[in-house]
């Protein structure tokens, strides 16, 4: 199935992902004269604050998703990105870092993202990557699966295909020798997001969980967005502030070209 994104409201509610970009980036010690190539870019609005983190350098944005790309064009004049698959990662020159934040984990092999990422790095070029890992949200898939299967819905989810690719450390291991990178480090990092109150948690659900949502018909999408919302808000309550708190996993991956 494919997606279809929503470019406009992912870029509305998508904080959280934003947030965690700018950890990644903060722990990286950039000059201002790298070529950056940002993998899953989105929106796009990433991609151009990483640009303004090399005002001597570039940064360009790649995403599967046409309608993102064409938002990031339209948000951010002058920024390159372009329509490309990260599995078939393909440029005529080299970088000196790719990143990719929050983008990983929609892949089945990643195994080639880090063979096409090794491709268009220079040697002695970095990677840098934050992504669902294993056991990634695992209260939010419990609602999913406990909603989905009400008669109202079960229909919709019959033959569902695997939604993500939450993989570990030791599958990076492998995959990351294999590519001709050394890894500088890898973890799963648990981490919590906050979303305000059951509104906040049907944007996220609506915007980012797009392999359950969209089997639903369009005219009964939100009535099953808010009956997961409501079901996972009964068992993790809100706290004092109204909050929503769901707890995730990242994978965290920073490796260098040999």
């Known amino acids: 199935m494919t997606h279809q994104w929503n ?4 870029a509305a509610n998508s904080a959280v992902q934003l947030a965690w970009a700018r950890e990644l980036l903060a722990r990286l010690p950039l000059r201002g004269d790298e070529h950056i190539l940002d993998v899953g870019c989105g929106d796009g609005k990433i991609t151009a604050e990483i ?8 940064a360009t944005g790649i995403d599967a998703s046409a309608p993102m790309i064409a938002y990031a064009r339209e948000q951010f004049p002058g920024q390159e990105f372009h329509v490309m698959d990260a599995r078939q990662i393909h440029f005529p020159r080299r970088f000196d870092l790719v990143f990719s934040n929050a983008a990983l984990h929609w892949v089945a092999d ?3 993202v880090l063979r096409g990422a090794a491709a268009v790095l220079r040697p002695g070029g970095r990677l ?3 992504c669902g890992g294993r056991g990634n949200a695992q209260a939010v898939v419990t609602a999913l699966h406990t909603v989905m299967r009400r008669k109202r819905w079960r229909n919709c989810f019959r033959a569902l295909p695997r ?3 939450f993989y570990g450390p030791d599958d990076y291991r492998v ?3 294999d590519a001709g990178f050394q890894t500088q480090s890898i973890e799963l990092a ?8 059951l509104a906040g948690l049907a944007a996220w659900l609506r915007t980012a969980w797009l392999p359950y949502t969209q089997r639903v018909p369009a005219a009964q999408r939100d009535e099953f967005i808010a009956a997961v919302a409501e079901h996972y808000a009964a ?10 708190i769901v707890r995730l996993v990242r994978l965290e991956i920073e490796a260098v070209k040999g």
Do not use: T
């Open 128 to 130: 840098a990557i934050s």
């Open 190 to 197: 648990p981490k919590d997001a906050a979303y305000a109150g």
């Open 110 to 112: 990643q195994a080639a």
């Open 175 to 177: 995959w990351l020798a």
């Open 51 to 58: 640009a303004r983190a090399v005002p001597r350098g570039s």
């Open 7 to 10: 470019a406009a409201d992912y």
């Open 163 to 165: 939604p993500y690719f």
């Open 235 to 244: 068992a993790h309550p809100p706290d004092a502030a109204g909050r929503v």
